[in-house]
Each structure stands twice: as structure tokens, then as C-alpha cells.
């Protein structure tokens, strides 16, 4: 398998219902994953910058996504 470099994970979430230290928590702990052996491994990065929230009632995307999964 050939290498391709280190791999950005963008996640973007609905808009979370907790106060913004919990989201703040929340992303530390995600971009923390990539000290994980597991993710490290395998060169894959999760940034804060690359973490989001959106309106998914405002994101087409999403919605077809909502509904193809049910």
C-alpha cells in the first residue's frame, strides 16, 4: 500500500446542545485522538479548525444524509 501522507479529518456536526466549555472539552478530546497509537499509525489528524458545527436544516448535504441513513 502506498503512503500518502497524513490524513485531516473534517468532521462536521449539528449544532451541539451544550455550553461552550463541554464543546470546547469535546474538541480537545477529538484533536487528542491523534496521540493515539491507533490514528498515529496511520497518519491520521483531527485539528480544531477542522471540527465545525452547522445548521443541518441549513445544510442539504446533510439532510439527504439524515435521511439515507433513516
Same mark, same amino acid.
Given at each position: 500500500?502506498?503512503?500518502?501522507?497524513?490524513?485531516?479529518?473534517?468532521? =462536521? !456536526?449539528?449544532?451541539?446542545?451544550?455550553?461552550?466549555? /463541554?464543546?470546547?472539552?469535546?474538541?480537545?478530546?477529538? #484533536?487528542?485522538?491523534?496521540?493515539?497509537?491507533?490514528?498515529?499509525?496511520?497518519?491520521? =489528524? !483531527?485539528?480544531?479548525?477542522?471540527?465545525?458545527?452547522? /445548521?443541518?436544516s441549513?445544510?442539504?448535504?446533510?439532510? #439527504?444524509?439524515?435521511?439515507?441513513?433513516?
Amino acid at each position: 500500500m502506498q503512503d500518502h501522507g497524513p490524513v485531516m479529518v473534517l468532521l =462536521n !456536526f449539528d449544532v451541539f446542545p451544550q455550553t461552550k466549555q /463541554d464543546i470546547a472539552e469535546f474538541k480537545q478530546y477529538l #484533536c487528542g485522538l491523534t496521540e493515539q497509537p491507533e490514528f498515529k499509525v496511520k497518519g491520521i =489528524n !483531527f485539528s480544531a479548525r477542522n471540527i465545525a458545527e452547522v /445548521d443541518s436544516s441549513k445544510h442539504l448535504i446533510l439532510q #439527504c444524509l439524515y435521511i439515507i441513513m433513516g
